[in-house]
């Protein structure tokens, strides 16, 4: 989970505390649910925190939008549609220890929002079911939009020229990688230091917790005596997920255990249903320095080849790039943003973005250092594909921005229509003073009798 989420988690619930010490009144009923204004001033707090404040009257379009989500509720519940309790507690499971780790333990946690842990997951709980629940109703109303080519063609031709979105200059990019090699006198180092940490755990010399915190590379879980939170198989690289699945004795140190990350060992601290909570220690071999230099070299070396026609940049990946994500690819970078090869400059490492912003079209650049997503320092060379100078939308260089954009509207188109026709069979009442707004939907406003039979 990314921090802005994590943050907006804590303003969320935070506020939450302040707004239930508003002087509360209902100022919306939708079907069987009420609107608060505790409701209200929450979200608008929250609102004003992250920047993100609604345009217009607050008080008509907050209460207006959690109305909206009213509405999806309401047809669940009509629709029977749930959320899977394994996925909520998945997702506020992960958050939690999110929360945890940010804030800095459990205590502070609870400190923090005033109030117990068992209060804080329940909170979390509902607002996490809510959330799923409205997406699986969303996603049934819209169903599944497939347009043709010449649908999009249509939608593009109808868009005035001038209101076509400005595309940033974007680049396309191909990588080699070369991980420097570790020496097995590094790896038995590693080794003998985690056998060292087991010996003093099992003889009560010292808590696992302790060492976690003192030593452990993982940074983000040493803070917290190296603990992860209930995790499923999923959520953990596979050759940590074996072990700590088969551990049983919470006072037992795990065998040493390999992975991409480096080595770890691991305690049991709670089983959940098919969740685990554990603590590890993780330690990473060192690269000497002239193992670095060999790395940097082999890069260069194949640059070089590359630039004299000796082989292709394709082929070099195939025969030296140890990144398995590109290999397969042909070295070809992919945004995980869109799922497309094109980046702008600033949604690339600002390792490749420094250097690609003065490349040629199949230039080959020099040698670089950057950190792959293990952590792992690799000396990488780059090929400008392609520059794809700024410009205006159109069908040949922006198809898939396009079929975007097309899909985003014809979901909007469907959700605003459902809503309008849903509004018509669910019964809405809305406090005398907060009438007097100009909503998107004005079909919140029936009739003096329909409202206060």
Known sequence: MNKIFATSILTTMAFSVFAQ?????????????????????EQRLRSQYEGSAPIGDP?????EMLATQ?????QAA?????????????????????????????????AYFGKKM??????????????IVVQQVQKKIVGDIKPTPSEIRRFYNQIPKDSLPDIPEQVEIQIISIQPRIRQEAI????????????????????????????????????????????GKGQLVPEYAEVAFALKDPKRVSRIVKSDFGYHIIQLIER????????????????????????????????????????????????????????????????????????????????????????????????????????????SIIKLRNRIPAHKANMTEDFQLLKQMYIAKKTEEKTNAWIVEKQKSVYVLINDKWRNCN??????????????K
Request: charged share 30%.
């Open 439 to 452: 909503f998107q939907y004005p079909g919140w406003i029936k009739d003096n009798s329909d409202n206060k």
């Open 272 to 379: 959940k249903d098919d969740k685990v909570n554990t603590r590890h220690i993780l330690l990473k071999p060192a690269c000497s320095l002239a193992d670095r230099d060999s790395a940097k070299q082999a890069a260069d070396s194949i640059a070089n080849a590359i630039r004299k026609e000796k082989l292709t940049f394709e082929q070099a990946v195939t025969l030296y790039s140890t990144d398995k994500g590109t290999n397969n690819s042909q070295g070809v970078l992919t945004n995980p943003r869109t799922g497309d090869v094109r980046f702008q400059t600033r949604e690339v490492a600002p390792e490749i973005a420094s250097i690609v912003s003065s490349m040629n079209i199949g230039e080959i650049s020099r040698t670089f250092v950057m950190k792959n997503n293990n952590g792992d320092e690799i000396y």
């Open 188 to 231: 038995d180092k590693v080794k003998n230091r985690l056998h060292e940490f087991q010996d003093r755990i099992e003889k009560g010399e010292s808590s696992f917790s302790t060492l976690a915190s003192l030593y452990s590379e993982d940074l983000g879980s040493a803070r917290q005596g190296g603990e992860l939170g209930f995790m």
């Open 70 to 74: 009213k509405l999806f509720l309401d």
């Open 78 to 110: 009509l629709d029977s549609i749930s959320a899977d309790d394994k996925q909520v507690q998945q997702q506020v499971d992960q958050r939690i220890s999110y929360l945890e780790s940010q804030i800095g333990s459990k205590d502070r946690l609870e």
């Open 21 to 41: 010490s508003v002087v509360d009144e209902i100022v919306w009923v939708v079907g069987d649910e009420a609107i608060l204004l505790s409701d209200v001033e």
């Open 118 to 131: 068992d209060k804080i997951r329940d909170e979390l709980t509902e607002m996490v079911r809510n959330q």
């Open 59 to 63: 008080y008509c379009t907050i209460p």
